[in-house]
């Protein structure tokens, strides 16, 4: 019997509700019934925060990944993704049954984070290059989210708190939102992304590194950058951090340093009113970046205004 942590089903219930409750009261049944149609023993999970993901040992001994998801949009999006990027640089699939939020994927070993690698050069030099194996030009057929409903999201926040809400003020909202506008009506080209992918999500799995947990999004590749830039930041002056990881991505992945900047400033606004909607503390090293972002496209290529 797998015993779920406290937070983890609060968490759960708070997101899908009714649906989350149901989730959880099946949720013994829905192990017993993986471990007898994939013939596993599911071992203590990884540490959970949006799905249950655990260790699993086949009967032949080989070793698997179950991951179990309330079946939702931001579920079949990251199914989605997956198939996209068909394994090169990503986890692969083994098995899935979508109705039931169900996926069995590869397990990567070691599978230490990218956190784990000592020196930030050398580790945005891998993350760069699994960028540039990830992202894939947009299909017509692709069903996946698009940028424009980040920019709906802080559009709607914006509608709810338009004096703004500490820390994010009236003045940071209006910048960030016309930046949005700004950078989508340039049209770049748009490109199948990761959505979240940072230092948590790239995996050691023997001789390389390997991507995880897609949430999958259509957007431009300068936009795909900001999770990693914001992952595992030092404490205090983080702008000669940010500065050489900007430029790394830039020279290895010919990006455009004034949208990386600009969606920089735009995504980490974004990303303060996401946990103030959840009612979460927010990150006080991303509050402190938003300002870092400004500067340096202040510096470079001018004022944004809002």
């Avoid at 692709?142 to 500490?166: D, M, Q, V």
């Amino acid at each position: 019997m797998v015993n779920l942590p406290t937070k983890y089903v609060q968490t759960i219930r708070k997101i899908h509700q009714e649906k989350g409750e149901e989730w959880l009261q099946n949720f013994s049944s829905l192990i017993h019934y993986c471990e007898k149609k994939w013939s596993l023993k599911v071992l203590p999970p990884f540490e959970l925060s949006y799905n249950f993901v655990a260790p699993a040992i086949k009967k032949d001994g080989g070793q698997v990944v179950l991951k179990l998801s309330v079946p939702s949009k931001e579920f079949y999006s990251e199914v989605d993704a997956l198939r996209y990027f068909a394994g090169d640089g990503m986890v692969r699939i083994i098995d899935m049954e979508l109705n039931r939020g169900i996926l069995i994927l590869e397990r990567l070993t070691p599978g230490d984070t990218l956190v784990t690698l000592e020196g930030d050069i050398d580790a945005t030099k891998i993350a760069a290059g699994i960028m540039k194996t990830l992202w894939v030009p947009d299909k017509s057929d692709s069903t996946l989210p698009h940028i424009e409903e980040r920019e709906r999201s802080l559009n709607n926040f914006f509608k709810e708190h338009p004096l703004g809400k500490a820390p994010i003020t009236q003045d940071l909202l209006l910048k960030a939102i016309h930046t949005f506008r700004r950078l989508l009506d340039e049209k770049n080209e748009r490109y199948i992304l990761h959505g979240d992918l940072h230092h948590y999500n790239i995996l050691k799995a023997e001789s390389s590194w390997i991507a995880i947990d897609p949430k999958g999004l259509v957007g431009e590749r300068e936009y795909d950058t900001i999770q990693f830039l914001l992952n595992n930041l030092p404490d205090d002056n983080i702008e000669p951090i940010l500065s050489k990881r900007i430029g790394i991505l830039v020279d290895k992945l010919k990006l455009n340093e004034r949208r990386i900047l600009a969606w920089g400033f735009a995504h980490t606004v974004l990303s303060i009113c996401w946990s103030l909607e959840d009612g979460e503390d927010y990150s006080e090293l991303f509050y402190k970046s938003i300002f870092v972002f400004e500067k340096l496209h202040n510096e470079k290529f001018g004022c944004l205004t809002k």
